[in-house]
């Protein structure tokens, strides 16, 4: 059975990327796989000093930093296990909870092989909540995924209508038929909204997306708008009353960037919906 990777830090948003996690995996059938990753900068909270005080240092001086960096290191082994008992009974006996050390990105590469969606939080643990900084490895799980991610909102809402921003990019046709093609979002009510003037390819491209979801099943309002992207789509997201936002990791004209500076960012960290992001 495929599964949805639900990434976990413990931070606030947690409770909800379980709540995405369990809600995907029952549109698709699938099981929950949570994954906790310990990186090396966290179990050397207190820092590892023993590389910067020099050859002099004497032998308990040594000794001591040892035993404080397996101190640091067995406190965030039993804080992993605390967030995924935490994760367990949320989510119930059929979830699997795995911990693993190293690199979030590379841990997910390695589990994505026999998962169907990954579903990471806004923000993580240490995110600067004040200035709305997005999580540090939303950005490098994005980049690196080859499944598509489902960036989980503060509040969980089970989605009932979602909005594609379409450029008539690679990626963006990619959401389109993975929409069509998978049960993730069947029988919702679809919204596509391309931004820039009418007339050219993006327009014929647009209508033909259209005419591909609704050839699915899917009841498709397709629209072309001026403006500037993040302004119009946020905007869209609020007028259609939209509880999902579906679009390309990377652009194709003005979407071109991912993440820092991008429409992309710009989107995740204003809107308040989840956001489904295909690369």
Known sequence: MSTVLACTDGSLYAPSIYQHAAWAAGRIDAGVHVLHVIERD?????????????FDANAELLDELAKLDESHAR?????????????????GDKATLTQRHGSVVETVENFEK???????????????????HLGSNLER???????????????????????????????????VHHVATDPLLRGME????????????????LKAAAAGLQGAGFAV???????????????????RSADLLVMGAYGHSRVRQLILGSTTTSLIRTCQVPVLLFR
Request: hydrophobic fraction near 45%.
């Open 75 to 91: 406190v965030a082994r039993l804080r992993g296990k605390a967030i995924l008992d935490d994760a367990g009974k949320q989510l």
């Open 141 to 175: 799980v994005v980049r690196s995924a080859s499944i598509p991610v489902l960036v989980a909102a503060r509040e969980f809402k089970a989605p009932s209508r979602f909005l594609i921003a379409f450029d008539g990019g690679s990626s963006a046709l990619k959401a």
């Open 221 to 239: 309002t397709a629209d072309l708008l001026p403006g500037e992207p993040e302004e119009v789509i946020a905007a869209e997201l609020g007028k």
């Open 114 to 132: 026999d998962a169907a969606i990954v579903v990471i939080g806004k923000r993580g643990e240490h995110a600067d909540f004040s200035k709305g």
């Open 190 to 205: 679809c919204h596509l909204v391309a931004v820039g003037k009418p007339g050219g390819e993006l327009e014929r491209s």
């Open 42 to 54: 966290e179990h050397l909270a207190g820092g590892d000093l023993s590389g910067t005080i020099g």
